[in-house]
């Protein structure tokens, strides 16, 4: 029998004592990255020493073996075991696993040190995330996984979550289809179904970046952030069975709530209760929604309640806040950054007389009876109560009563009343009604009647407030009209032949009432209201005739601004609302006051998005919605998305265009309009030539709504 030859020699293996070693000058590890000789020390002591060391022995002078071996490959472990001895751990004499390589070696010893570090593969990531959730399903905790391995309880969270991600992510990820950052995404649900739908929807997509991810994830959910979520608390949610999504990997303001419904309904519950306490006030009606539309208290009349008084405890507790407050300001006023608890202390003074001067109101009893009152959510979650509307069907109210009250000398008993004569308050719960679905033709269907009121809607309020801004303008205007009413053939209206009617804004999406345009209306409207003296006419003129110049334009510009109308409605050919001729007649001012006042409604804030255009219209029009604001290649990579995802990922990449659907741009002022054939109707826009059939209930109660409102 042959001995086969042999190839190489492997070095041999044998236990040192641990004061026979010695580190060597040789290791090239020189420069520390951190790792904690201690925290090593510390996983010897569990575990034992699960690698060797790597050791040459020492010769003298004469190139004898001195009995002493020197570690090149090693020097951590060397130095865990030698904090080990000194914490009087391990004895000194203690054997120690080495590998012994011979000190007439050809290989440098320097080679020895770098070869061990060098050729060194980290462990794969997901091997990581595997072998923490092994020990997590042996029993081990969070806290004391991470007390083995020297890390925090949050650091084995996230592993673990890594871990729970659908294994056909895993192999994905593994194969290098995905990043791990990717991977974290998917970490917000443990719904493998949904993560997986999610993936195939991105895999083959330009946009597959980690946000994007998570926004998929998290579409059908409530942010805790939201007004609901936070006007129920996160904390009943749970306690009802709701489920929250969280994100490990970044920051999520305190995550998603995961079911809708049950939110809603939760919010529906609790509004319902604060509405039956505010009913028991005795008050005629109570209109209650998350999110009250702009205008919703148009053509009520405000009743004029006087604060509840304070008590002399109440005055002396005002008062003294006041004195810390200015105490406080007099003392950090010139400081550059006040110290927190300052900052704080400032914030709940600031807080604390806030509710003193919104105290409740105390109002007529009979006008409680005849009145009503509107509960909704402001953006912090808070309930918002707003007493005190009279409605115009409930004015006469007083004058029926007073004839309805009894002979003198009649009395009732307490015992004989009937109690069913007690009204309860009608209560309306939800004000806004929900849009009817669009289909998902690919045609390029001309745009929804209502969808176009609304956009029109936004153009109104953005142009009453470039109006109000713009004296000159506002002035110009209203001379227009006076001239026209001075020498034209128009109807008599009143001692003066100018008037500005309030125009109502019948349709209107949930987006208005928040815009830019309304906001700063709102806060011009109600600096002027304080301001003016209402309820005697005398006093009124005589403070009118007092103002200065710019003061008069000012407030002339604001009035005149509550006139503009720039809604587009379909023209009634019976006779009542507004006319074809009439309609291009408003379409034509409104241009050219746009023009005027340099109104650009990306300026004024409009944004295309889901809710207000993508998710409304068809899907040529989205995408020529795109061609037209970032360009052909742009729409080509998102052609294949079904309507909804086509929709999100059009909102995002219109954001920054600048781009504006059809109703919202300028009309060139120089191009002739087009005038219609003999015998021919006059043509709608172009954007609404040949409306669908399937919209004509809604454009007519539009049109019903627009006929009221005139």
Not at 38 to 61: C, K, M, T, Y
């Amino acid at each position: 029998m042959v001995t086969p030859k042999q190839k190489i020699t492997l070095n041999a293996s044998r236990d040192i004592p641990f004061n026979k070693l010695m580190l060597s000058q040789s290791n090239v590890r020189r420069i520390k990255r951190g790792e904690t000789i201690e925290d090593l020390a510390a996983s010897i002591a569990r575990r034992g020493l699960l690698q060797s060391l790597n050791v040459r022995p020492v010769l003298d002078s004469e190139g004898n073996e001195t009995g002493m071996f020197e570690v090149p490959a090693g020097g951590r472990r060397y130095r865990a075991l030698e904090l080990l001895v000194k914490q009087k751990r391990m004895i000194k004499t203690e054997p120690v696993p080495c590998v012994v390589t011979n000190a007439n070696s050809e290989v440098p010893i320097e080679e020895d040190s770098l070869a061990e570090n060098f050729q060194r593969e980290d462990l794969h990531p997901l091997d990581m995330f595997r072998a923490f959730q092994t020990l997590h399903d042996q029993g081990a905790s969070h806290e004391e996984i991470a007390a083995r391995f020297f890390v925090s309880a949050t650091f084995v969270q996230q592993r673990l979550r890594l871990a729970k991600v659908s294994p056909k992510l895993h192999e994905v990820y593994e194969q290098e289809g995905m990043q791990l950052e990717q991977l974290m995404a998917f970490t917000v649900t443990d719904d493998h179904t949904r993560q997986e739908q999610v993936w195939e929807a991105l895999e083959n997509s330009w946009s597959r970046e980690p946000q994007q991810i998570r926004r998929l994830l998290t579409e059908t959910t409530v942010r805790a952030t939201d007004r609901r979520a936070l006007f129920v608390g996160v904390e009943a949610y749970v306690a009802a069975g709701g489920v929250v999504l969280r994100d490990l990997f970044e920051s999520d303001n305190g995550g998603w709530l995961q079911e809708p419904v049950l939110l809603d309904r939760l919010v529906r519950d609790k509004l319902k209760s604060a509405a039956d306490e505010i009913a028991e006030e005795g008050w005629k009606w109570i209109v209650v929604d998350v999110d009250l539309p702009y205008g919703h208290d148009h053509g009520l009349r405000a009743l004029a309640g006087t604060p509840v008084n304070l008590t002399d405890a109440e005055r002396a507790e005002r008062e003294a806040l006041r004195a810390e407050y200015d105490r406080l300001q007099a003392e950090y006023g010139e400081s550059d950054e006040l110290p927190d608890e300052v900052d704080q202390r400032l914030g709940e003074i600031e807080s604390a007389l806030e509710a003193f001067e919104s105290r409740p109101m105390n109002y007529d009893p009979a006008d409680i009876g005849r009145a009503g009152a509107f509960i909704s959510i402001d953006r912090a979650g808070d309930l918002i109560v707003d007493r005190g509307y009279v409605r115009p069907e409930d004015e006469a109210m007083q004058a029926v009563d007073d004839d309805a009250a009894e002979p003198d000398g009649a009395t009732e008993s307490e015992e004989g009343r009937d109690d069913t004569s007690v009204r309860r308050a009608t209560i309306t719960i939800g004000a806004q009604t929900s849009e009817p679905d669009e289909d998902d033709c690919d045609a390029t269907k001309p745009l929804p009647e209502r969808l176009v009121i609304e956009l029109t809607a936004h153009r109104t309020l953005a142009l009453r407030n470039a109006v109000a801004e713009n004296q000159h303008v506002a002035i110009t205007a209203l001379l227009h009209r006076l001239v026209l009413d001075t020498f034209g053939h128009r109807s008599a209206t009143g001692c003066l032949e100018a008037f500005v009617r309030h125009v109502h804004l019948p349709t209107q999406d949930a987006e208005l009432k928040d815009s830019p345009a309304a906001k700063a209306i709102d806060e011009r409207h109600e600096a002027w209201k304080r301001d003016i003296p209402l309820g005697d006419d005398q006093t009124l003129w005589a403070w009118l005739d007092s103002l200065d110049e710019a003061s008069q334009h000012t407030l002339l510009a604001h009035c005149v601004s509550y006139g503009i109308n720039a809604l587009f409605e379909r023209p009634n050919p019976y006779g009542s609302g507004v006319s074809q001729h009439g309609l291009e007649q408003r379409l034509r001012e409104a241009d050219r006051l746009s023009h005027a006042t340099g109104l650009d409604m990306v300026d004024a804030g409009w944004r295309p998005t889901v809710e207000n255009y993508l998710g409304r219209v068809t899907k040529a029009r989205i995408l020529e919605a795109v061609r037209e604001g970032v360009g052909e290649q742009a729409a080509q990579l998102i052609d294949h998305l079904k309507k909804g995802d086509m929709a999100k990922e059009a909102e995002r990449i219109l954001a920054d265009s600048g781009w504006l659907p059809e109703p919202l741009r300028l009309i060139d002022q120089d191009a002739p309009p087009a005038q219609p054939g003999e015998g021919e109707e006059p043509d709608l826009p172009e954007f609404l030539a040949g409306d669908d059939e399937d919209d004509s209930a809604a454009a007519d109660e539009v049109i019903a709504h627009a006929v009221a409102a005139e």
